[in-house]
Nanobody
């Protein structure tokens, strides 16, 4: 059974930082395209960052230079380092695994950027 468990969300002031973690079980994060999505209230879910392969990453334009996706194969965990956070980054963040035949989602972790 494939399972993704996110953690690290919370309340942070504008300009602050958070690091989200996605612990995977049932798959090896090194073998699949892993990514982070987010969904703000009243908006569609959007791709924030994805590991394509090796060192190739893809980012949402509005987070380029502020967010970094990485993975620790030994811990089988994917991270999203978020710096210089803005109120518009407020959303539920979801970890995603593209298994080709299907996608797997975590339960989500809430990030609130507010003063």
């Amino acid at each position: 059974q494939v399972q993704l468990v996110e953690s690290g969300g919370g309340l942070v002031q504008p300009g602050g930082s958070l690091r989200l973690s996605c612990a995977a079980s049932g798959i090896m994060v090194s073998s699949y395209r892993m990514g982070w999505y987010r969904q703000a209230p009243g908006k569609q879910r959007e791709l924030v960052a994805r590991v394509i392969s090796g060192s190739i990453r893809r980012y949402l334009e509005s987070v380029k230079g502020r967010f970094t996706i990485s993975r620790d194969n030994a811990k089988n965990t994917v991270y999203l380092q978020m710096n210089s956070l803005k109120p518009e980054d407020t959303a539920v963040y979801y970890c995603n695994a593209d298994l080709t035949v299907r996608e797997v989602w975590g339960q989500g972790t809430l990030v609130t950027v507010s003063s």
